[in-house]
């Protein structure tokens, strides 16, 4: 089953607005990564890779530096988790983790 588009991106639209007010400095790599992904949503036939890739940029960033995600912002990954889970093995290849310009 095809992933909705538009909840994709109202889950991008609500976890960009409330990284905001985050001070962490990779959080603005996070949030340019965010917004380049939902801008290719409409556009891209086949979501799923182009998710799955967005959050592993967001899990290897966290591993380098302390985020200070909510619970909230951690359920809306996990939503996005959800969606690129269906690009199967390869959906996060030929991607240079932490690279928020792969987008």
């Known amino acids: 089953m095809k992933p909705d588009k538009a ?3 109202q889950t991008i639209h609500e976890l960009y ?3 905001g007010s985050n001070k962490a400095p990779e959080i603005a790599d996070i949030r ?3 917004l380049k992904v939902y801008n290719k949503t409409d556009q891209t036939a086949n979501i799923e890779p182009l998710y799955s890739r967005l959050v592993n ?3 290897s960033t966290g591993t380098v ?3 200070g995600l909510t619970k909230e912002q951690e359920r809306l ?3 996005l988790a959800e969606i690129g889970k269906r690009a199967g ?3 996060g ?3 240079a983790y932490g690279n928020k310009d792969s987008f």
């Open 7 to 9: 909840q994709a991106k």
């Open 17 to 19: 607005n409330s990284l």
């Open 32 to 34: 340019a990564a965010l």
């Open 57 to 59: 940029l967001i899990y």
């Open 65 to 67: 530096g302390y985020l």
């Open 77 to 79: 990954i996990r939503d």
């Open 89 to 91: 093995p390869a959906g």
């Open 93 to 95: 290849a030929f991607m």
